[in-house]
């Protein structure tokens, strides 16, 4: 199993523009999530999805859209990108019943300049 | 679900344990006690969990206090490879999911 996995990697977006984050999971995992990370700070929830076409917003939504077709995938959406959104995110995956844990991919770093 | 404070950094010498406290005074009697940990630039690693009882697995062990408000993760034998950003975080499950909230943790620098 390749578990959670996030693209692009990297990626430097000018202000105004789109982009789409990519996040797919093999694990059947009906809960997924995204996280953002600025420097020096801990992790603070985007979005998450508890199943197929259920998705609710975190402690930070604004400027994002998400979306949840399939149970596979959970792509994150900036429609007009700030500088306030330059900082690592990351895309998590679990079966959501009591005691199960988080797993992470190992994120992207946007850069909005 | 509950606040939790931790100390910033610790340091702890190659080989010994490593002990990172967690204190949770708030902590109701149904919310857990998860650990992660962030080596530099990768994806939050689970590491253990408990609600009353004492854990261990192949990683770490957890130490909660009778009265469940601190607890302890405790890395028997730390390594160079165990630096990394500890994350203490107290969670009741809902069917909403299991939104965690990080804080800042506790930088853990283990030293040769």
């Known amino acids: 199993n390749a578990g959670v996995t996030q693209t692009p990697k990297f990626r430097i977006l000018k202000i105004g523009q789109s982009m789409t984050l990519q996040c797919t999971q093999d694990?059947?995992?009906?809960?997924m999530y995204w996280y953002r990370q600025d420097p020096g700070m801990g992790l603070k929830l985007i979005y998450y999805?508890?199943?197929?076409?259920?998705?609710d917003k975190g402690e930070v939504p604004n400027g994002y859209n998400v979306s949840r077709s399939t149970t596979e995938d959970f792509p994150l959406r900036l429609e007009l990108a700030a500088p306030s959104q330059t900082s690592v995110y990351f895309c998590?995956?679990?079966?959501?019943?009591?005691?199960?844990?988080?797993?992470f991919g190992n994120g992207t770093r946007l850069t909005v300049t | 679900d509950a606040k939790t404070t931790q100390p910033p950094s610790m340091d702890c010498a190659e080989g010994r344990a490593a002990n990172l406290p967690c204190n949770h005074s708030?902590?109701?009697?149904?919310?857990?006690v998860y650990w992660y940990r962030q080596i530099h630039s990768q994806g939050p690693q689970y590491i253990i969990h408990?609600?009353?009882n004492n854990e261990t697995n192949e990683m770490a062990s957890l130490i909660i206090t009778e009265d469940r408000k601190s607890s302890t993760l405790i890395l028997p034998h730390a390594t160079l490879r165990d630096t990394a950003v500890y994350y203490c975080?107290?969670?009741?499950?809902?069917?909403?999911?299991?939104?965690?909230?990080f804080g800042k943790g506790t930088s853990l620098l283990v030293t040769p």
């Open positions: 998590a995956s679990s079966r959501g019943q009591t005691n199960s844990p988080l797993h």
């Open positions: 694990m059947n995992h009906n809960y």
């Open positions: 999805s508890v199943g197929a076409g259920i998705t």
């Open positions: 708030t902590i109701s009697g149904n919310e857990y």
């Open positions: 408990g609600l009353k």
């Open positions: 975080i107290v969670l009741l499950p809902s069917n909403s999911g299991y939104a965690l909230n």
